[in-house]
C-alpha cells in the first residue's frame, strides 16, 4: 500500500512561512491526485489545496494567494508552500493521495502560527 508520511511542520510567527513535504513509497506517485487538508480543534477536516497528475490546482478560498501546492515527480513528494501565516492556518495538515477507488492518509504534521 501506499505511504505517506509529512514533515516540516512546526511553530512560526503570523506573517511567516513554512513548507510541508510529503513523500510517497509508491513509484506510482505521478498518476495519483494529491491533496493537503487540516483540522484545527474542535473543527471539520478540510481540503487546503489539491494537484492532479495532470498539475491542475485548487485551493480553500481562504489560502489562495499565501499557500502552493506541487509536486515532485522524480522525488514522489508532493509540496505545501504556506507563505504570509495567519493564527487561523493553525491546523494539523494531512497529506492525501488518491487514485480511482483508493485513497490513502499520512499521520499529519502540527503547525502552529502565533500572533
Known amino acids: 500500500q501506499v505511504q505517506l508520511v509529512e514533515s516540516g511542520g512546526g511553530s512560526v510567527q503570523a506573517g511567516g512561512s513554512l513548507r510541508l513535504s510529503c513523500a510517497t513509497s509508491?513509484?506510482?506517485?505521478?498518476?495519483?491526485?494529491m491533496g493537503w487538508y487540516r483540522q484545527a480543534p474542535g473543527k471539520k477536516r478540510e481540503l487546503v489545496a489539491q494537484i492532479t497528475s495532470g498539475g491542475s490546482t485548487v485551493y480553500v478560498d481562504s489560502v489562495k494567494g499565501r499557500f502552493t501546492i506541487s509536486r515532485d515527480n522524480t522525488k514522489n513528494t508532493v509540496y505545501l508552500q504556506m507563505n504570509s501565516l495567519k493564527p487561523e492556518d493553525t491546523a494539523v495538515y494531512y497529506c492525501n493521495a488518491r487514485y480511482a477507488s483508493y485513497s490513502y492518509w499520512g499521520q499529519g504534521t502540527q503547525v502552529t502560527v502565533s500572533s
Open positions: 509508491r513509484n506510482a506517485f505521478s498518476m495519483y491526485t
